[in-house]
């Protein structure tokens, strides 16, 4: 992480739309290092150059960022502050990932301050959110960090199995509230190739 960082960080300027959220990665990577003080540092330099644009993406994931950096010098309450104002810019943008994301690291804030409940509750959450927006990678990530903290998630049956990547598209945009006309109008398909889709869902 912490080479990809160095390359993002060398050749995307952190005002190019879209890369706000490599922006804090280095920092990021530093932290999972155990190199806090430098990561600090990083976030800073990152904070510095996104401070003209105040871009909601940015400070979001500079904040569940700072977050670790307070978690890892022991300041739970801080790096809870943090997480919580990640969330909400993550809820306002309307960027579930990210949002679990920072779900992650509130779980790992809870457990390490001894609020086993909160830890658990934050953990589940980030783990729907994985699953309802498809990304596997990161419920294996939440699965993980569920073993290493010893909560019990409830493994329920995947929603999506025995379903094509189409169909799986089309029932998480059911989902969102989408109605057929306006799924058939993203993906560009007609509204009866969508309504086949969804009888096979």
């Given at each position: 992480l912490l080479a990809a960082a160095t390359q993002l960080e060398a050749h995307y300027d952190s005002l190019e739309p879209g890369t706000h959220l490599f922006g804090p990665a280095k920092a990021d990577a530093l932290v999972?290092?155990?190199?806090?003080?430098?990561?600090?540092?990083?976030l800073e330099r990152f904070l510095?150059?996104?401070?003209?644009?105040?871009?909601?993406?940015?400070?979001?994931?500079?904040?569940?960022?700072?977050?670790?950096i307070a978690m890892a010098r022991g300041d739970y309450d801080r790096a809870q502050a943090e997480c919580e104002r990640a969330d909400n810019l993550a809820l306002i943008v309307g960027m579930p990932l990210e949002a679990g994301r920072t779900g992650l690291v509130t779980a790992r804030c809870h457990h390490l301050a001894g609020r086993r409940a909160a830890a658990d509750r934050a953990l589940r959450a980030a783990r729907k959110r994985f699953?309802?927006?498809?990304?596997?990678?990161?419920?294996?990530?939440?699965?993980?960090?569920?073993?290493?903290?010893g909560i019990m998630v409830e493994d329920r049956p995947d929603p999506f199995k025995g379903l094509t990547q189409r169909e799986q598209d089309i029932a998480l945009l059911v989902c969102q509230g989408l109605s057929n006309r306006e799924i058939a109008d993203r993906m560009y398909l007609s509204p009866k190739t969508v309504e086949t889709h969804l009888t096979r869902v």
């Open positions: 999972q290092l155990g190199r806090t003080d430098e990561a600090a540092e990083a510095a150059t996104t401070a003209r644009t105040r871009r909601r993406s940015a400070l979001m994931s500079a904040a569940r960022v700072g977050a670790q699953m309802m927006t498809g990304a596997n990678a990161y419920r294996q990530l939440a699965d993980q960090c569920a073993a290493e903290l």
